[in-house]
């Protein structure tokens, strides 16, 4: 068999589009954007190099810092929600006749995407006509709070919104998760005499814990990306109420012109993923039950 | 599983009012977009309404080329679907079935640019792009993702990785060189997995807010999210005309999803199971 010298070839070949859009587009930015963040620049004027000076100045910005506790609640708020919410829809789906029509309605927010559902959304959400609030009050009673534009309500609209979106793929993910578990355990444990609950917490958990590791992973770092919602609904405000991260490193760049500045921002958020992907992976070592 | 009668009961009593909060808005939007706008200030709320106004429609097209914006989306996520295809194959083959120095190495590489997000490259993205003139353009939006997708790369080589090696090496007994493998036994057995990727790939064209709103600023170039958004910001206050919007820009892709829907969930599922 003469692999080889012409394998080489083909191989590297075949590889040659994609490199060349990694290289151009993905490893050249990622470099660039470490060293725009030690720059001073406006994007038209003098770069200026200024070392370690823009992460100083992040330690200490309170729009920087309110940027971060903002997407951390938001965070906080979307995640665990969304997970448990997919994952009971997933398990009653295991359990009942009819289970693709509840998935064909359940995925739909998920294909629509975020601008029109945000304006729908805002229209809902709106203080004095919406549906939410004249709701509220022709059953309880009551004046609604002023959500989008209430300074303690924004963020948690917000999450409502993006768990709205993200229920269906949660559930398709963990349904198909689900169905990969062999019957024959839980007949077994039931010949056993074990309860459901027993079921549930010693073969399901485990048996599941890869697909809701990955769910975690992906669903936390979405969260911290949340931007379209924001620009669409809320400026970042009432104020700075609804600033979250990518909205912050969007604004100084693109509309401050503040590019080293926001790079460092940028900075921040990549070291800030990649730490929490690596504790993840770390903590999944203790929790995760790989089969075979 | 199929549970006891009463529980049945229970279950889908549960799952019928997530269903409900579920379409919901999708219902309220169509029946906004069909009110004449003094409706839309009447309490309790009228879920049908009386007139039928069709003409919040008309004005949303008059008001914004929303067709134009249709074409562009639509051609563009084609185009990165199809060229985006074959250049995940092409590597993901490579990466499973030929031997060549540094392999290893540079999957490692594909790998860990799966961890960098979208928004933390922007910034030079968008200098880039300023420096090759693409920005503004629909070049800035088609290249990229086009070239370049660590995930349908991951993906793909996945399902190359189960189909064995048996079969390539009677082919090369039989004389082929490897793009004619390629070509003719590797890429019809992952059909499944790469309409999979097609169908990932294009709902994420098709949705993309983010870079589009960031590279393109004239309105002949935007994408149908970016009309909306225009829209928008400039008839706010109208919600009647607003609903009419949001139901043009959702609609289609509403009815296409339920044209297709089994092949988008199942892709999902697998990218799910896979990845």
């Known amino acids: ?292 | 599983m199929k549970a006891k009668p009463i529980q049945s009961v229970a279950l889908h009593t549960g799952l019928l009012f997530g269903a409900f909060v579920m379409v919901i808005p999708f219902i309220w939007m169509v029946s906004s977009s069909l009110k004449d706008i003094s409706q839309i200030f009447i309490i309790p709320p009228k879920w049908i309404p009386d007139p039928f106004v069709w003409g919040n429609f008309k004005r949303s097209l008059q008001a914004l080329p929303f067709d134009t914006a249709y074409f562009n989306s639509i051609y563009i996520s084609a185009v990165v679907v199809v060229v985006q295809l074959f250049n995940c194959s092409f590597a993901a083959f490579a990466f499973a079935k030929i031997r060549f120095p540094l392999r290893n190495a540079w999957f490692v590489l594909f790998l860990s640019m799966l961890m960098v997000p979208e928004q933390v490259t922007i910034i030079p993205l968008y200098l880039i792009m300023e420096k090759i003139g693409w920005l503004d353009t629909h070049w800035s939006l088609i290249v990229p993702p086009a070239l370049f997708n660590a995930f349908g790369v991951f993906l793909l080589r996945q399902f190359f990785l189960t189909i064995p090696n048996d079969l390539e090496e009677a082919a090369i007994v039989d004389g082929a060189s490897l793009p004619v493998i390629y070509a003719r036994i590797m890429l019809p057995l992952v059909k499944p997995a790469l309409s999979a990727l097609g169908i990932f790939t294009f709902l994420y064209m098709w949705n993309n807010f983010f870079i589009p709103v960031i590279f393109l600023s004239s309105p002949e170039t935007f994408t149908v999210p970016l009309m909306l958004n225009m829209f928008k910001g400039l008839y706010i206050t109208d919600w009647t005309l607003m609903m009419a919007g949001s139901t043009i820009a959702l609609l289609p892709a509403l009815i296409a999803y339920l044209f297709t829907q089994r092949y988008v969930i199942e892709g999902i599922a697998m990218t799910g199971i896979k990845g």
Do not use: C
Request: aromatic share 16%.
């Open chain 1, 1 to 292: 068999m003469k692999k080889k010298h012409s394998d080489a070839i083909w191989g590297y070949l075949f590889l040659l589009p994609q490199f060349i859009g990694l290289l151009v587009f993905s490893l050249l930015p990622l470099v660039f954007v470490f060293v725009l963040s030690m720059m001073r620049w406006d994007g038209f004027g003098v770069k200026k190099w200024v070392g370690l000076e823009n992460f100083r100045y992040l330690l200490t910005d309170p729009e920087f810092h309110i940027a971060l506790k903002n997407t951390l609640w938001f965070s906080l708020l979307s995640v665990p929600t969304g997970i448990v919410i997919g994952l009971l829809i997933a398990i009653a789906l295991n359990h009942v006749k009819g289970k693709t029509v509840y998935r064909i309605i359940y995925f739909m927010p998920t294909v629509t995407g975020t601008v029109a559902v945000a304006i729908v959304f805002m229209w809902l959400f709106n203080p004095d006509f919406g549906l939410v609030n004249t709701y509220i009050k022709q059953i309880f009673g009551l004046q609604g709070p002023r959500w989008l534009t209430d300074p303690k309500f924004v963020i948690p609209s917000v999450s409502l919104l993006s768990v709205w979106l993200g229920i269906g793929f949660n559930m398709v993910i963990f349904l198909a998760g689900l169905q990969g578990i062999s019957r024959s355990y839980y007949e077994a444990a039931e010949i056993d005499g074990a309860r459901p609950l027993q079921r549930f917490w010693h073969i399901t958990v485990p048996l599941l814990s890869p697909t809701t590791f990955f769910i975690t992973i992906i669903t936390i770092i979405n969260s911290f990306k949340v931007f379209d919602q924001i620009l669409v609904m809320t400026g970042g405000g009432p104020g700075n109420a609804s600033r979250v991260l990518v909205f912050h490193i969007f604004d100084h760049a693109f509309q401050d012109f503040m590019f080293g500045r926001s790079s460092a921002a940028a900075v921040f958020m990549f070291l800030i993923i990649l730490t929490i992907t690596l504790l993840q992976m770390k903590i999944s070592r203790r929790w995760v039950h790989y089969e075979g």
